[in-house]
C-alpha cells in the first residue's frame, strides 16, 4: 500500500451527543454521549482500522466524517478545508471524494433500481459526463469489482450478498473518490466470501490510489487489511498505533482483552495464552464513568483512573495510548492477574461484550 506523510483527513476534538428530550415541550435531559473527542490523523494511500465493541460509536464516527451527521463540536479537516459545520450545498462537490460502504448490503441498494441506475447514480447526482456514456463507464467498474458487465439491467434481489456488497462497492467507485469510509463491509457476508471482499478493497486500494477507513468489530480482518488501528471505547479513542505493533505488544488492558477473545483455531496454542473475562457490561454513554471509562471494568484500575482521565499520548514511537497503567512496557512490573479465569468466547470472541459475565 501506497502511503506518503500528506494528511488527507484530520480529526480533531470530534462530539456527537444525541440530545434526549422529555416532556410535552421536548425538554432536553440529558444526551448520548456517542462520540466524546476523537481526535487522529489519516496519511494519504493509508488504511486505518477503526475498532471496538458494539455501541462504542465507530459507525457514528464514520457518518461524522462524511458529514452524514452534523458533528456536535471538533473539527473534520478534509484536503485542508474544515468541512465540520458546512452546507449540504458547499458539500456536494466533496462528496466526489469522499464515499462510503454501507454495513448492510441487503437495505443500502434499492429494490427498485436497476444495478445499472444504482451504479451510475453519481454520475447524474454530480452531473459528469464520460467519453462513452454513462452505461459504458458503468459496465467498466462492474467488472473492476468482478461482476458481469452484462448484469447491468439486472434488480438486487437476483444477486446474492456478497455480489450486491460488490455492488455497492461499485457505486462507491463511481466517482473515483480519495477517501472511502467501509462501515463493516464484510460483517454481513459469508466467512467465504468475506475473504474476497476485502481481498478485492485491498486490490482496488492499489489500483486506484485510494484510502480508506475500515470499521470493524473482526479483529482478524482488520489485521489483514490496516495500515494503523485505532481502538475506540465508549465513544473515546483508547489506544492507536501500527497494525503489527499492536497486536504484537498492545498497550491498553481493553485492547488485551479484545485480542485474548479472538478465537484460536489451533488447540495447542490455545491453551498458551489466558483469557480475560471482563465483568459487567458496558456503561451507558448517557452517562458514562469519570476520568478513565475502562476503569469500571479493568483489572489493574486504581484510585488514579477514577479521578484523572488519562490523555491519549505517544508512549512508544508511532504508538499512542490514554492508561495510566499500560501493559507490554519497560516499566511493567509483570502481567496483571485477570478478573477471571478462562472461558468460552463463545462463536465469534470479537469482543470481550459478547462474553457473558463471570457469574
Known amino acids: 500500500m501506497s502511503q506518503s506523510t500528506e494528511s488527507l483527513l484530520s480529526v480533531q476534538g470530534l462530539e456527537k451527543h444525541f440530545p434526549i428530550t422529555k416532556g410535552l415541550f421536548q425538554r432536553q435531559v440529558g444526551a448520548v ?71 448492510d448490503p441487503y437495505s443500502s441498494l434499492n429494490p427498485r433500481h436497476t444495478v445499472g441506475a444504482i451504479v451510475g447514480a453519481p454520475f447524474r447526482i454530480q452531473g459528469v459526463k464520460t467519453e462513452q456514456g454513462t452505461k459504458k463507464a458503468v459496465q467498466e467498474i462492474l467488472e473492476l469489482v468482478g461482476l458481469n458487465p452484462e448484469h447491468y439491467n439486472r434488480y438486487p434481489h437476483e444477486f446474492s450478498g456478497g455480489q450486491r456488497q460488490r455492488i455497492g462497492i461499485a457505486r462507491t467507485l463511481a466517482l473515483k473518490p ?90 495447542k496454542r490455545r491453551t498458551q495464552r489466558d483469557r480475560i473475562r471482563l465483568q459487567g457490561d458496558v456503561p451507558s454513554p448517557i452517562n458514562p464513568p469519570p476520568a478513565c471509562r475502562f476503569h469500571t471494568r479493568c483489572w489493574k484500575a486504581q484510585e488514579v483512573c477514577r479521578t484523572v ?42 469482543a470481550p461484550g459478547v462474553i457473558n459475565p463471570v457469574s
Open 33 to 103: 454521549k456517542a462520540v466524546d473527542g476523537l481526535t487522529f490523523d489519516v496519511v494519504k494511500g493509508e488504511t486505518l482500522g477503526l475498532v471496538g465493541e458494539s455501541g462504542c460509536g465507530k459507525t457514528t464516527t464514520g457518518r461524522l466524517i462524511t458529514r452524514l451527521i452534523e458533528p456536535t463540536a471538533g473539527k473534520i479537516v478534509f484536503e485542508g478545508k474544515d468541512i465540520s459545520h458546512m452546507s449540504q450545498g458547499d458539500l456536494r462537490p466533496l462528496r466526489r471524494d469522499m464515499q462510503m460502504i454501507f454495513q
Open 178 to 267: 480519495k477517501l472511502i469510509i467501509a462501515d463493516e463491509p464484510v460483517s454481513a457476508l459469508d466467512v467465504s466470501i468475506q475473504a474476497q471482499v476485502v481481498n478485492l478493497l485491498e486490490d482496488l486500494q492499489n489500483e486506484l490510489d485510494l484510502t480508506y477507513v475500515v470499521i470493524a468489530h473482526d479483529l482478524s480482518v482488520v489485521r489483514h487489511i490496516s495500515d494503523r488501528v485505532a481502538v475506540m471505547y465508549l465513544g473515546k479513542i483508547v489506544e492507536i498505533a501500527d497494525s503489527a505493533m499492536l497486536y504484537k505488544a498492545p498497550l491498553h488492558p481493553y485492547t488485551n482483552a479484545l485480542l485474548s477473545a479472538v478465537p484460536v483455531p489451533d488447540v
Open 309 to 350: 482521565e488519562p490523555p491519549l499520548a505517544e508512549l512508544l514511537p508511532g504508538h499512542q495510548v490514554a492508561c495510566h497503567f499500560p501493559e507490554n512496557t519497560p516499566q511493567d512490573a509483570g502481567p496483571a492477574e485477570p478478573v477471571a479465569a478462562a472461558g468460552d468466547a463463545g462463536d465469534q470472541g470479537i
